[in-house]
């Protein structure tokens, strides 16, 4: 069964986003920035406190060439992905490609 892990936001500042989450909305803590070299972006997660809600993941990339880039001109800051997690994640490929029936 597929399990929703995080929403991914696109930001143009971590750090702005990050205390409008904190500050304004509330109920969340934050882990480190962290670079990831490969997507050429900066990722934050915002956890919920209560651990009812869903962790928020900041992405803000560090060029303005990264893929990541154009969809913040396009959309600005926005909803960018919904992550899920899966114990068999070939059998939930199999299910969303025909193979199987989500009830």
Same mark, same amino acid.
């Given at each position: 069964?597929?399990?929703?892990?995080?929403?991914?936001?696109?930001?143009?500042?971590?750090?702005?986003?990050?205390?409008?989450?904190?500050?304004?909305?509330?109920?969340?803590?934050?882990?480190?920035?962290?670079?990831?070299?490969?997507?050429?972006? !900066? #990722?934050?997660?915002?956890?919920? $406190?209560?651990?009812?809600?869903?962790?928020? =993941?900041?992405?803000?990339?560090?060029? &303005?060439?990264?893929?990541?880039? !154009? #969809?913040?001109?396009?959309?600005? $800051?926005?909803?960018?992905?919904?992550?899920? =997690?899966?114990?068999?994640?070939?059998? &939930?490929?199999?299910?969303?490609?025909?193979?199987?029936?989500?009830?």
């Amino acid at each position: 069964m597929l399990k929703m892990h995080h929403i991914g936001v696109v930001v143009n500042n971590i750090e702005t986003t990050a205390k409008h989450y904190l500050k304004d909305i509330g109920g969340f803590t934050q882990s480190a920035v962290f670079f990831d070299e490969k997507q050429g972006i !900066n #990722i934050q997660f915002l956890y919920p $406190v209560d651990k009812t809600g869903l962790p928020v =993941e900041l992405i803000q990339p560090v060029s &303005e060439k990264n893929p990541v880039a !154009n #969809i913040l001109r396009k959309s600005g $800051v926005s909803p960018y992905h919904i992550c899920y =997690e899966a114990d068999d994640i070939k059998e &939930e490929y199999n299910k969303l490609r025909g193979g199987g029936t989500y009830v």
